[in-house]
């Protein structure tokens, strides 16, 4: 069965860089997710789209912003990248709004250097 | 803010033994979640309970829910080494807009010892 596809899997860009996390969510899985979890942590919820459209936002930087494409693909860019934004990045789908379970790509490891 | 708070953070167990996580959350829930993670890997689903359900099995797990006590617990029986992980609590609420937020707790990670 096709599964959350992200990519790539490893990025290392410098300080001040700009990045983009690419997610393919399981088709006809109408919710995206985006999680950052830095080392030991929980993930941490950045932003959702339902049907293509920003339905929630969580604790994600005025530097990153994402969106979701007629494919329903969806897109993180960072930009002016920080130390601190080195982090797993994942990307979950879902259907019926994100009522039911959620299935998660493998992530996309990020490290600024 | 953190909707769940898991208790507790590390646990080690000998193969065999069962292991019990406990999570705790603030608000009223759509539905309660559990997942587990391998290190660095994807967060795959183990598990959800709806509020209006008090307990359910699956497998070597169960899990209950006592939403007046806003509170969760999963237990593993008889475990394996290859249950050593971290594992995660997640509540469902509906976030006004247009979808349900999915938000974690901090997760237990389970040793288990051959």
């Known amino acids: 069965a096709a599964g959350v596809i992200q990519s790539p899997r490893h990025l290392i860009k410098e300080k001040r860089e700009t990045a983009t996390l690419k997610c393919y969510p399981i088709?006809?899985?109408?919710?995206v997710y985006w999680y950052q979890q830095g080392p030991g942590q929980d993930p941490q919820f950045l932003i959702s789209?339902?049907?293509?459209?920003?339905?929630d936002k969580g604790s994600i930087p005025d530097r990153f912003s994402a969106q979701q494409f007629s494919d329903y693909h969806s897109e993180l860019n960072m930009s002016s990248l920080e130390l601190g934004d080195s982090a797993l990045y994942f990307c979950?789908?879902?259907?019926?709004?994100?009522?039911?379970?959620?299935?998660f790509g493998q992530g996309t490891r990020l490290t600024v250097v | 803010s953190q909707q769940g708070e898991e208790d507790p953070q590390a646990l080690s167990i000998q193969e065999g033994e069962n292991a019990t996580m406990n999570c705790s959350y603030k608000?009223?829930?759509?539905?309660l979640q559990w997942y587990r993670q391998n290190s660095g890997r994807g967060l795959v689903h183990l598990i959800l309970i709806r509020s209006n359900e008090r307990e359910k099995h699956s497998g070597r797990l169960r899990v209950t829910l006592d939403t007046s006590k806003k509170s969760s617990s999963l237990l593993i029986t008889a475990s394996r080494a290859a249950d050593t992980a971290s594992y995660f609590c997640?509540?469902?609420?509906?976030?006004?807009?247009?979808?349900?937020?999915?938000?974690f707790g901090k997760g237990t990670k389970l040793s288990v010892i051959p």
């Open positions: 088709p006809r899985h109408d919710t």
């Open positions: 979950a789908s879902s259907r019926g709004g994100g009522l039911n379970e959620a299935f």
């Open positions: 997640a509540t469902v609420l509906w976030s006004g807009a247009g979808s349900y937020q999915l938000t």
């Open positions: 608000t009223s829930i759509n539905n």
């Open positions: 789209f339902y049907e293509k459209m920003q339905s």
